[in-house]
């Protein structure tokens, strides 16, 4: 007579799957009603915004980041700031290329990161020192923005 218990425990296994997925979907539902959504048109920005972009080897990805950036509405006054930390691919060049002529946007060149610091930190401090705005926006350099996610 063949042993019942591999039987018992797959239908356990099944059970406690299902009972798993059943409040992973629970919890899902609650969180599409109650987290918060941004507005599609949000009111206008007044104080300065620093959109702050650091950036190492991007050149492959940056440009969509940059339009998308420069794209942003609802922002009276904004400063975008990329800082190119000693990428070897030509990143501020296609940075330049996708900014054109906008006066908005401004490349910096990083300084050598100190000991006991990393890389992205400390371009991010560099941005943040050299930022004019009262709020900042930190955005990686693969990322697109939709045209009001910086207001919103």
């Known amino acids: 007579m063949p042993d019942a218990r591999p039987a018992e425990i797959l239908r356990a296994v099944v059970a406690a799957g299902s009972a798993l997925a059943c409040l992973g979907t629970a919890h899902e539902l609650v969180n599409l009603r109650l987290l918060r959504r941004l507005p599609d048109d949000p009111a206008p920005v007044g104080t300065v915004v620093s959109v702050l972009i650091p950036a190492r080897d991007e050149a492959h990805r940056i440009a969509p980041t940059i339009r998308s950036v420069l794209a942003q509405r609802g922002l009276t006054d904004v400063e975008i700031l990329v800082l190119d930390d000693g990428s070897t691919d030509g990143t501020a060049e296609v940075v330049r ?35 004019r705005g009262e709020m900042l926006a930190f955005v990686d350099a693969d990322v697109v923005l939709a045209p009001n996610a910086v207001a919103a």
């Open 97 to 131: 290329r996708a900014a054109g002529d906008d006066p908005r946007l401004k490349i910096l060149t990083g300084a050598a990161t100190p000991p006991g610091w990393l890389g992205k930190p400390h371009a991010c401090a560099q941005l943040t020192a050299a930022a």
